[in-house]
């Protein structure tokens, strides 16, 4: 690693720790099948980012406005997150509202009674095979 390329991963550092001092931000993935901080971040109303590994990239594709699914690439989420502190920064009104939209749509994806009516299903559909 050349001198350039430790000093562009410090300042990304320094810009993500900075950032993440002011802006709640889920990050998700990174080899992890299936997510419970993303889906708590969700359930939360906080936008997520992860990569496109299998759960994260379904969840997340549930609904427009839970987050990003990004390649593996520091700067492609240094620059994501400061595109959500943006946003933040300038309109906080846009910012809550979706954060509000995103509860609202977890809060149903995620509710016990449909999981419960899914399995029901699911185990109904078995048992007649």
């Given amino acids: 690693m050349n001198k350039n390329e430790k000093n ?3 300042d990304t550092k320094q ?3 900075k950032v993440f001092n002011y802006y709640p931000l889920e990050l998700g993935g990174g ?3 299936f997510s419970i ?3 708590e971040g969700l359930m939360s109303g906080v936008p997520v980012l992860a990569t496109g590994v299998s759960g994260p990239k379904e969840i997340i594709s549930q609904d427009k406005n839970f987050g990003d699914i990004l390649d593996f690439n520091a700067n492609l989420f ?3 997150i400061l ?3 943006d946003l ?3 309109d906080k009104e846009k910012y809550y509202e979706r954060r509000l939209k995103i509860r609202e749509s977890s809060l149903k994806l995620f509710d016990i009674k449909n999981a419960i009516d899914g ?3 699911m185990i109904k559909e078995i048992l007649e095979e």
């Fill in 31 to 33: 080899g992890e099948t």
């Fill in 78 to 80: 240094v620059s994501k």
């Fill in 15 to 17: 810009i993500s720790v």
């Fill in 8 to 10: 562009s991963r410090k």
């Fill in 37 to 39: 901080s993303i889906i």
């Fill in 119 to 121: 399995y029901s299903n």
């Fill in 88 to 90: 933040w920064h300038r």
């Fill in 83 to 85: 595109e959500y502190y």
